[in-house]
């Protein structure tokens, strides 16, 4: 488990979004950014590597799947994300089974 402490111009619009219903939890949200920090260092690492005189097979070349997932989930509106119920993570057996809702943690 991590620990990750911001500095508070950062953390009060990501608990905002949070709390607008963007994303489910701070979790959900920090999942994202985290992604997006790994396509970046990716990018980062690939430009300073050494370009090979190997063609480059089209199958490695296609995005990995959270890329894919992140480009689909930009052009949902808004108002689509606001139609998710808020702990739809902590419940998603609820949602996805119709199973009884289990006791909200304190």
Same mark, same amino acid.
């Given at each position: ?5 911001? *500095?508070?111009? =950062?953390?009060?619009?990501? @608990? ?5 219903? #963007?994303?489910?939890?701070?979790? /959900? ?6 992604? @997006?920090?790994?396509?970046? =260092?990716? @990018? ?5 590597? *050494?370009?090979?005189? /190997? ?6 070349? #296609?995005?990995p799947?959270?890329? #894919?997932? @992140?480009?689909?989930s ?9 139609? =998710? *119920? ?15 809702? #289990?006791?909200?943690?304190?």
């Open positions: 488990m991590m620990t990750i402490h911001l *500095p508070e111009k =950062l953390e009060s619009p990501i @608990l905002a979004a949070v709390h607008s219903g #963007r994303f489910a939890s701070v979790d /959900e949200a920090m999942v994202e950014a985290a992604a @997006l920090l790994v396509q970046r =260092l990716e @990018l980062e690492q690939a430009q300073a590597s *050494p370009p090979t005189a /190997e063609p480059v097979d089209t199958a490695q070349a #296609r995005k799947i959270w890329e #894919r997932i @992140l480009e689909r930009a052009a949902i509106p808004d108002k689509e994300w606001a139609k =998710l *119920p808020a702990d739809g993570a902590e419940q998603h057996d609820h949602y996805s089974y119709g199973t009884p809702k #289990r006791p909200s943690k304190p």
